[in-house]
């Protein structure tokens, strides 16, 4: 069966430090992949998705960047990170059939 | 672009009994699909129910049902007997195909209700 991983769980980071968020996808190949922000405890917003290896789309302009360096993992960065990045990102994945799944997610707090 | 409104912030229900979720969406879409899903306090999010805009049949997960309404562009969620576990945040969401590309599918949420179930 499929699963999808991310790590870390939580972050506490200062601002202007730089950011490294990893999911990985298991049990499956060449997935669509998404990072998701929910600020404020309400409502997620789609920030990036990959349909390959190194195809990716952004949908919001920000301080934050994706890379997929291989088929089944997803990274989210950022250089210099703002207050306003804290947040929960959510990675999530599709493969056949009409669903997104999500992975636990991970808490960022920059203070 | 799509939009999914949920009228209702928080609602609660006592354990066993039945609650309904309300959702609204604004497409012109012919073929689409429709979801909720669910975030406990643990924060990850659950897929809870499903429905593809062209069946007309309404879907049903065990004590999770809905309503669909594609005329009107409603999508209810239906809890029967609820239970203490079901509390959580509960989010509707729609999903279209964008081919941009590349095949993606991208799902657009609302802003979600939060379900407290009370014993």
């Known amino acids: 069966s499929q699963t999808i991983h991310q790590w870390p769980a939580t972050l506490v980071q200062p601002v202007g430090s730089p950011l490294s968020l990893e999911c990985t996808v298991e049990g499956t190949s060449n997935p669509n992949l998404y990072w998701y922000r929910q600020a404020a405890g309400r409502g997620l917003q789609l920030l990036f998705y990959s349909v390959g290896i190194g195809q990716i789309s952004s949908e919001v302009p920000q301080n934050l960047s994706a890379s997929r360096p291989q088929d089944r993992q997803f990274i989210l960065s950022s250089k210099k990170l703002l207050l306003s990045d804290s947040g929960f990102y959510l990675c999530a994945w599709k493969k056949t059939g009409n669903t997104i799944y999500f992975g636990e997610g991970s808490w960022l707090t920059v203070v | 672009a799509q939009t999914v409104t949920q009228s209702q912030p928080e609602m609660s229900v006592q354990e066993a009994e039945t609650v309904t979720l309300s959702c609204t969406y604004d497409t012109s879409e012919n073929n689409y699909y429709l979801f909720w899903y669910k975030q406990p306090p643990s924060r990850q999010m659950i897929l809870v129910i499903r429905?593809?805009?062209?069946?007309?049949q309404n879907a049903t997960e065990n004590r999770f049902s809905v309503n669909f309404q594609k005329a009107a562009k409603s999508f209810s969620l239906k809890i029967s007997d609820s239970q203490l576990g079901d509390t959580a945040m509960y989010f509707c969401a729609f999903m279209k195909h964008v081919a941009s590309g590349g095949s993606n599918y991208k799902l657009t949420f609302g802003k979600g209700t939060l379900l407290t179930v009370n014993p």
């Open positions: 429905q593809e805009a062209y069946k007309q």
